[in-house]
């Protein structure tokens, strides 16, 4: 295996066991329909963010992303975001991958 593929790896189950532990105390505090806004938010950001900043820039891009969902008063918690983020980045680089 190359650096790249156990990063992702790292990220793919770091993102599982941040949405396993963190979604359902989030589900607690908001309806499905605040969620799914919270998520196309996510979404749109990340892929904002990858258009923004270089590939290296991965921690300046998370933080753009937290700043724009602040604006917007999302104020979900921080490990929910950064789970979104990373399953988001996943969901990305694949799409690009395949095309």
């Known amino acids: ?29 908001y ?4 969620l799914e806004d919270i998520n196309e938010k996510i979404m749109t950001y990340v ?22 969902l602040a604006g917007w008063g999302i104020d979900v918690d921080l490990d929910y975001i950064d789970a979104q983020v990373e399953a988001a980045v996943l969901l990305l680089h694949a799409a690009l991958k395949s095309e």
Do not use: Y
């Not at 990063?7 to 396993?20: G, P, Q």
């Open 1 to 29: 295996m190359n650096v790249t593929e156990i990063a992702t790896l790292v990220l793919k189950i770091t993102a599982f066991i941040l949405v396993v532990i963190v979604v359902p105390l989030i589900k607690k505090k």
């Open 31 to 34: 309806d499905k329909n605040q």
């Open 47 to 68: 892929r904002a963010a990858e258009q923004i900043f270089g590939s290296e820039q991965g921690a300046e891009k998370k933080q753009w992303v937290r700043g724009r």
